[in-house]
């Protein structure tokens, strides 16, 4: 039977661990955590941005996330190994899972944003139009 979207986003939830907009917010301030947005970036334009995140469209996360590749991004590769995390953002938390648990099968120490940017507004933390 062919799998969906939906079916990929709750085995990936068994593998990753979520943290609230305000904890995430907090370790990034405190810890050098980096938050990571995997939205689009007409996602950014018409939803608004969070101050200091890296910005990975989930489709090009493991060409940026592989230091192999020759076009990682030196932002979320200095995370790899490290006792740091990444915290994944996207609109409300399903591209998140599936990036936080490839990030995890790559080496990183990936969580994801509970309820996304939907819930970050809800918790009223900065987000920039």
């Not at 941005?49 to 990682?72: F, Y």
Request: proline share 4%; glycine share 10%; charged share 25%.
């Amino acid at each position: 039977m062919p799998k969906s979207m939906k079916d990929f986003v709750a085995d990936a939830k068994g593998r990753v661990d979520t943290v609230s907009p305000g904890t995430a917010l907090q370790a990034s301030t405190a810890s050098g955590d980096l938050i990571l947005d995997v939205r689009e970036a007409s996602e950014l334009d018409s939803d608004g941005s969070i101050e200091g995140a890296l910005h990975i469209p989930r489709g090009l996360l493991e060409a940026n996330a592989d230091p192999d590749t020759g076009k990682g991004n030196d932002r979320l590769l200095n995370q790899r190994g490290a006792d740091s995390r990444v915290h994944v953002l996207c609109a409300s938390g399903a591209r998140a899972t599936l990036a936080a648990d490839c990030l995890g099968q790559m080496g990183y120490n990936a969580t994801v944003i509970e309820g996304g940017l939907e819930n970050w507004k809800k918790e009223d933390l900065p987000v920039q139009s």
